[in-house]
């Protein structure tokens, strides 16, 4: 049997897959063309989860990475990286005037000015549960919704959309990163029962993980066919229509930042795959479908290495490729750190983790 950390065939090929979508390292591109991504997070009480995402973003290879947060939290995160642009733009209770009687939409203003220059945004990682804040986040999904920008909802960001799921039903440009706890009061509010999705003492690996198979699926088709990244000790990953496993070697120590460096790398990906999908480096090949399709015409997609690929399956491939990377730079830091390891030890492993499991697309003017 084959040590956990080699890579397995069918992981080769869906990276294969995931290898078409990364911008290739070209002098012809400018600042900003291979990605644009703001996390929307940080508060005096959380400063790190924000820092984390937005660093293994700029660290897996986007161009410029924002953090939007309150203004208590601006001056630590701007003081751990010069390398991020951060803005003070999200009001909390302490900074309005009358916290019970607020315009949301008149606050979210300034943060809504900037979507124009986005690509991507990340939201909740370090956000806190402020409920001004709240309001004012919930106003910016909106707008982002009706620009049809991608996001990826972490932490109390899912919060807001556990409280007001209507604001992603049916949204197909979005991935939720939940864990167990989260996952499950998701599917409470929605009415979809997952009390068995991890199963007994005395159910083996693979009857748990099909059951949180069916469990992501449920929920996943409860939001309209939202994007779920179920985290746990297999990532699960549905669409609604198709489900796939990430059973990647990670590290065994769980601690807490090691979900940001997962948001940051999707905020990347989704990125790339909005470049891919914009024909940044390549006009040549025939137009992408993005018709929505039965999870078999994806799967046979995936399968049989069509050259240009659907949205709706570079989105899969977009949340397997955060979820491996993250995976994978969980699994080198801990060989290094073992049971001292924390999440900054995740960010230096980010772009070996890439070389090791996707690596430079062809045409890249790269030499490694």
């Known amino acids: 049997m084959e040590p956990a950390h080699q890579i397995t065939s069918s992981s080769k090929l869906l990276f294969s897959q995931v290898r078409k979508i990364v911008p290739p390292m070209l002098e012809r591109f400018h600042k900003g063309q291979l990605g644009r991504v703001a996390v929307i997070g940080g508060c005096a009480d959380y400063t790190g989860a924000p820092y984390f995402s937005a660093i293994a973003s700029a660290k897996l290879g986007c161009d410029m990475s924002h953090v939007l947060c309150e203004r208590s939290a601006a001056q630590v995160i701007k003081g751990y990286s010069p390398n991020l642009m951060v803005h003070p733009l999200l009001p909390s209770v302490d900074t309005v005037k009358d916290p019970k009687s607020i315009d949301a939409p008149a606050l979210a203003s300034p943060i809504i000015s900037m979507l124009s220059r986005l ?35 972490d932490a109390d960001g899912l919060l807001i959309i556990t409280e007001k799921p209507s604001l992603i039903k049916g949204y197909k440009e979005c991935i939720l990163t939940p864990n167990v706890v989260e996952f499950s009061r998701l599917a409470k509010a929605l009415g979809v029962k997952v009390s068995s999705q991890t199963g007994t003492s005395k159910e083996n690996g693979d009857d748990k993980t099909s059951k949180g198979s069916n469990a992501c699926e ?96 570079t989105l899969l491939l977009a949340a397997w490729a955060g979820s491996s990377i993250t995976r994978e730079s969980s699994r080198r830091a801990f060989e290094m750190k073992g049971r001292s390891m924390q999440a900054s030890d995740l960010t230096d492993e980010v772009h070996g983790s890439f070389l090791r499991l996707i690596g430079e697309p062809e045409g890249s003017q790269v030499h490694l």
């Open 119 to 153: 690509h991507v945004l990340v939201i909740g990682p370090g956000l806190g549960r402020d409920p001004v804040t709240l309001d004012v986040v919930a106003e910016v999904i909106k707008e982002a919704r009706s620009r049809s920008i991608p996001f990826v909802l």
């Open 218 to 313: 449920q929920l996943s088709n409860a939001l309209g066919g939202v994007t779920i990244l179920q985290k746990g000790p297999k990532d699960i990953i549905s669409n609604g229509l198709t489900c796939i496993v990430n059973d990647i070697q990670g590290g065994l120590k769980r601690s807490g930042g090691q979900g940001d460096t997962l948001t940051g790398s999707l905020g990347t990906f989704l990125a790339w795959r909005a470049a891919y999908h914009d024909r940044l480096w390549d006009s040549q090949e025939r137009d992408s479908r993005v018709e929505a399709r039965t999870g078999v015409e994806v799967q046979a997609e995936l399968d049989s290495g069509d050259k240009r690929l659907s949205k709706s399956t």
